[in-house]
């Protein structure tokens, strides 16, 4: 193995972690571009022999599709990892997943005149090799910040914020830029005697390629320079090397309290299966209800959908630094991670309270949108029970999980996020195949009422379980000596989320 090391150092900082700041950060844009209209393409009915229009899926379809493929993107990088850390190493998986993206966001982006009757079929091989790329992409990128520090290196936490900040910054441009491209390429044509305005979502695809292009020329052009060897051995070699050097490892059983703390960790994520499956709503049914039903006008200027679809990342920005900050203040009364979670869950059923008042807005008449403000509220509300909830739950599993199986563990809790993100498809399809507008709007009433029950049931039931899961953890959760520490910590633990999460 080489020994080139990492060059130079920014705000106190290896260089190294600004090229993957920056490679995060066009990468989350693909991402989310193609999240942003991947339903609004596959919904839309018109079609045109230029560019532009979308399959002409039912919502049921689409929203089951949508299910499927957020649950697999949680899925496959458990196989990414293991590739990474046994066979590839981090460097060369993130180069074959970026590539494999970006082939497939630019099959999504096909114009249909190139390939009549064959639409669906490159669209599944298009989702395809992007589920299969973001398998490879998504699990390496986070793990290389850390390993630019030293253990004990006090500027770690530091460094996953800012590595936080550029992941929701593409993630935040997504819905804005793509909008641009699929409107600024779109065009009116006239369908029996009217003049229809046709998006061209290839456009967005294609826009959302470039983004993965970027990132992947950016890893290309400084990564040797900027990080070293980092990421260019498999981590279970050099793991191999050491336990060598210190001698064979014993297989011991697990003790009691390792026990009891998996048993937090399974409770918790049964608990978390239950926020995802509502939260994922925003790209699916949110993202419909949103094109649909939501009065976008501003003066005579119309929001495009999927700006919508990039709140919750400001939100984020904005406001992870305030929630970090709210418990530093509470000290003593900081509440535990159980009743984080709870505050989590009943603060998605809130925000789904504002999805009903947008339905109840509407009294039933199809000629009535709601007010775009129902929308802004729940997605603000969404987030904030992000913020409560999720960064807890891998920090958690980081600190309950026996350091030998700790992989293992953070693995089935993907693998409950995956069942999430399907469930919350399943439930979205719920909305019906098509029929009459009136009957769409009943059952997402049905389901946003739904939800919103379930949620704050789930949060009850989690409080009052709270004291006897804190008991179970055996003393995991301990306080930092000082503020700032604690503060630190906080945000870093948000941070890291983010870099796992999204």
Known sequence: MSEAKPQGT?????????????????????????RAILVLYLVDKVQSDQAGGGLGWTEADA??????????????????????????????????GGFLMAAGQFTLAAPHSWMPGLETTIFYIGLGTLILGNGLFKPNISTMVGDLYPAGDHR??????????????GAALSGFIVAWAYTSFGHEVVIDGQSVFINNWQAGFFCAGVGMILSLIIQFIFAQKLLGDIGTVPAAKLEQSK???KGEV???????????????????????????????????????????FTDR???????????????????????????????????KNEPNSPIKFA????????????????????????????????????????????????????????????????????GAWFLFIAAANKIGGLVGSLIGHGGAVEEQLANAMAIFAGIAITATISAIILYLMSDKLVDWMHGAESKLDTEEQALEEEIAVTAEHEAIKR
Not at 75 to 80: A, E, V, Y
Not at 158 to 167: E, R
Not at 257 to 264: G, H, Q, S, T, Y
């Open 10 to 34: 920014m705000f106190g900082h290896p260089k190294g972690l600004f090229l993957l700041f920056t490679t995060e950060l066009w990468e989350r844009f693909s991402y989310y571009a193609m």
């Open 156 to 169: 770690r936490d530091g460094a996953f914020t800012i590595f936080y900040m550029g992941i929701n910054v």
């Open 63 to 96: 929203l089951s599709l949508y299910g499927t493929f957020t649950g697999l993107v949680y899925l496959t990088p458990l196989i990414g990892g293991w590739l990474a850390d046994n066979v590839l190493g981090q460097r060369k998986a993130i180069y074959i």
């Open 250 to 292: 014993r297989k011991e059983p697990l003790t009691k309290v390792e026990r009891d703390r998996i048993k937090v960790i399974m409770v918790m994520g049964l608990f978390t299966i239950i926020f995802w499956a509502g939260f994922e709503q925003a790209g699916g049914l949110m993202n419909l209800f949103t094109n649909n």
């Open 343 to 410: 505050l989590g869950l009943f603060l998605l059923a809130v925000g789904f309270l504002f999805m009903m008042g947008a339905v109840i807005e509407m009294g039933g008449d199809a000629s009535v949108k709601s007010s775009m403000w129902w929308l802004v509220g729940a997605y603000f509300f969404h987030t904030m029970g992000e913020l409560c909830l999720s960064p807890i739950g891998l920090s958690m599993v980081t600190k309950l999980a026996p350091l030998r199986i700790a992989s293992l563990m953070m």
């Open 243 to 245: 336990n060598e050097a």
């Open 297 to 331: 006008m501003i003066g005579s200027w119309e929001v495009p959908t999927t700006y919508f679809q990039s709140l919750n990342a400001i939100f984020i920005v904005v406001f992870a630094p305030v929630i970090a900050s709210i418990w530093i203040k509470l000290g």
